[in-house]
């Protein structure tokens, strides 16, 4: 996969994450603070413009977006979804394009460095109940074809989102409304699955 060809994912993914803000803020106004559809706008926003602007390989593309996104004012996803392109950006290539391997070595970083600043399991209500099951999906993932590993990846994530809603939140403000939480599915894993619907796509 070239860098063009990547970059073009990822403002994919940018564009499928801010089609759904709408969607994210009414989710996030059940037992949030109503601003994950905004707060993941503006992400999406900095990390397609970086991506856009970006004069380097893969790797300072990556450097580029993790650095847009860690200039933002927005709660908790900021942080988060920084380590997460920071990960992902220590594990790319710095040249003009990744393989398969690459590809799956960069994600696995890019996990076990979100992985260790958040804490979340599967079950916590929370991003990484559609991050962990992505990157399964991205560990396991047998085929040589990029377009194929982001589609794993995309299904994983869905399913992922999904399973949340029989989750109890655990973090955040919507900790405090218990079991009431069940049904209505996590904002942040419903954005994560966005995110990868739109690298798949």
Same mark, same amino acid.
């Given at each position: 996969m070239t860098k063009a060809? &990547?970059?073009?994912?990822?403002?994919?993914?940018?564009?499928s994450v801010e089609g759904a803000e709408g969607l994210l803020t009414e989710i996030d106004s059940k037992f949030g603070d109503a601003d994950h559809g905004l707060t993941m706008s503006k992400i999406a926003r900095a990390i397609s413009q970086a991506v856009e602007e970006s004069q380097g390989g893969i790797q300072e593309m990556l450097d580029d977006a993790a650095m847009a996104v860690?200039?933002?004012?927005?709660?908790?996803?900021?942080?988060?979804?920084?380590?997460?392109?920071?990960?992902?950006?220590?594990?790319?290539?710095?040249?003009?394009?990744?393989?398969?391997?690459?590809?799956?070595?960069?994600?696995?970083?890019? &996990?076990?460095a979100l992985?260790?600043?958040s804490g979340a399991k599967e079950g916590d209500k929370t991003m990484m109940d559609a991050l962990i099951s992505a990157s399964k999906a991205i560990?396991?993932?047998?085929?040589?074809?990029?377009g194929g590993l982001f589609e794993a990846a995309a299904k994983a994530a869905q399913a992922g989102a999904e399973a949340s809603k029989g989750f109890v939140a655990k973090y955040g403000r919507a900790k405090s409304y218990?079991?009431?939480?069940?049904?209505?599915?996590?904002?942040?894993?419903?954005?994560?699955a966005y995110f990868f619907r739109g690298l798949a796509e």
């Open positions: 060809e &990547f970059a073009a994912r990822l403002k994919g993914a940018c564009a860690m200039g933002l004012n927005g709660g908790s996803a900021v942080p988060l979804w920084n380590t997460l392109l920071d990960g992902l950006q220590e594990a790319a290539p710095e040249g003009d394009e990744v393989d398969v391997a690459g590809l799956k070595a960069m994600f696995a970083h890019a &996990f076990e992985d260790e600043i560990a396991a993932y047998q085929g040589q074809e990029a218990k079991e009431q939480t069940i049904g209505t599915p996590d904002a942040g894993a419903v954005s994560m």
